[in-house]
């Protein structure tokens, strides 16, 4: 888009932040939370924290689906790779540590596993080795999800089946809004899992929670604007559900996919690493398409696995309980070359984004 | 994860059309989730279109912005 590069007109940024200094209250602390590793990624990068005042903090929350994929599913994707069963699934997932190894790791043991870029490659490489079994690891939020679901609804080839393990977004803010010693004050919803769900979902955070909800896009700009939102709704004692983000995201969503989405998938309750068991937040397959479920498939079930290594912090690193730089093994014990913890691994993870950003500012 | 980007479509035909990242490559995506035209500007997350983006909404977007901060200072 030609006018893309004005959403980052560093003089608008300039008075937006005057802006946000205007109306942030002079007392008392503003914490206002997102839930995507992108936006994690824009604050980082651009430094936004740097331009807000003292007493309005951002936190991240869960919005890394890699990092939030609990142990239990990566054991099961490592025990149907041990099985012979090539698996293949996006970069950072084959990385993510499950209780004992990683896909990687089994990989290292002769297992075939392989990176792919989409749903539709994992598909075509299964079409042109016909004698071999082929997994797709189905990771990621309502925005990935779809995908999934076009290809299930494609009738997938007879070698191919799918260990869905996607996770939706609006449960976990209701679980972090409810976590009283959180404390806060507002949310930037999401942009590219909203393209697709839409604002309807996010009704509940301005009208049962009195939170402020603002969902945001992606360039600095975006997320400027959508935190001086949230602080003038703050100061008006209005709080409500506003769309900064309307180049992308309409009232409704994305109706094609969400259609697409209700045939293919069940809403159950579902492991998040490191926070536990999150009411209605994971899609399973609808039992008509079980054929096409791994698990049954290739006779794999992980009840219970180790999200947490020794000493790690990143369940607190995932819900915006304390910052990367708080945990002790933070670019010690853990770096983006030996990640201890899933928020080192994939690129979307706090920690890694928080690494690549300290590399920078040291340079 | 959910990085998407836009591109623009250059043709389509069924579920597949060619999109053009602004980088001179034209790269086949999925267009099954969207209603997309050629000309038109989709964002891309993991190969698939999943949203077509309103230009004239971008364009607003930066006015509304320029607005508000004219009017709130003018208040002041």
């Known amino acids: 888009m030609a006018e893309k590069l004005r959403f980052r007109d560093p003089d608008l940024a300039k008075r937006i932040a005057e802006k946000i200094h205007e109306v942030a209250p002079k007392e008392g602390a503003v914490k206002i939370c997102h839930v995507c590793g992108t936006h ?18 951002v936190i991240a929350g869960p919005g890394c689906p890699v990092c939030v994929t609990p142990a239990s599913e990566v054991d099961e994707a490592v025990q149907i790779a041990l099985k012979g069963v090539a698996v293949t699934g996006f970069g950072d997932v084959l990385r993510v ?17 392989r990176v792919v870029y989409s749903v539709s490659d994992a598909i075509r490489i299964a079409e042109k080795e016909p004698n071999k079994e082929f997994a797709f690891f189905a990771i990621g939020f309502e925005t990935t999800a779809p995908s999934t679901a076009v290809e299930i609804l494609n009738k997938p080839p007879e070698n191919f089946s799918f260990l869905v393990s996607h996770r939706l977004i609006p449960p976990a803010m209701k679980m972090l809004v409810e976590m009283k010693d959180l404390n806060l004050n507002g949310f930037i919803a999401p942009g590219h899992v909203s393209t697709i769900i839409g604002l309807k979902p996010y009704e509940i955070f301005p009208k049962i929670y009195g939170m402020p909800t603002v969902i945001a896009g992606f360039e600095p700009l975006d997320v400027l604007f959508a935190i001086y939102m949230i602080l003038k709704q703050l100061r008006e004692g209005k709080p409500r559900l506003e769309n900064e983000y309307t180049r992308a995201v309409r009232w409704e969503g994305n109706t094609k996919a969400q259609e697409l989405m209700q045939k293919v998938f069940d809403v159950t309750d579902g492991g998040w690493r490191g926070i536990g068991s999150i009411p209605l937040s994971k899609y399973r397959l609808r039992d008509e398409f079980e054929k096409h479920d791994a698990h049954l498939k290739h006779d794999v079930k992980v009840e219970h696995g180790v999200d947490i290594q020794h000493g790690c912090r990143c369940h607190l690193v995932i819900i915006g309980k304390i910052k990367p730089t708080e945990c002790p093994l933070f670019m010690k014990a853990c770096t983006p070359q030996k990640p201890v913890g899933a928020c080192m691994v994939s690129i979307e993870g706090t920690c890694r984004i928080w690494v690549k950003t300290i590399n920078r500012v040291d340079k | 994860m959910c990085l998407a980007i836009p591109a623009k479509v250059v043709s389509v035909k069924e579920d597949k059309a060619r999109v053009d990242f602004g980088e001179g490559v034209l790269r086949e995506v999925n267009v099954a989730l969207v209603n997309a035209k050629i000309g038109d500007y989709v964002l891309v997350h993991a190969g698939y279109a999943i949203q077509v983006l309103d230009e004239k909404e971008a364009l607003e977007t930066i006015r509304l912005w320029n607005e508000i901060l004219e009017a709130e200072t003018v208040q002041k």
Do not use: C, Q, Y
Not at chain 1, 97 to 112: N, Q, V, Y
């Open chain 1, 40 to 57: 994690e990624w824009t604050i980082t990068h651009f430094g936004i924290r740097s331009l807000l005042p003292e007493n309005v903090e």
């Open chain 1, 97 to 113: 540590p499950g209780s004992k190894m990683s896909l990687l790791d089994a990989k290292a043991e002769g297992a075939e596993v």
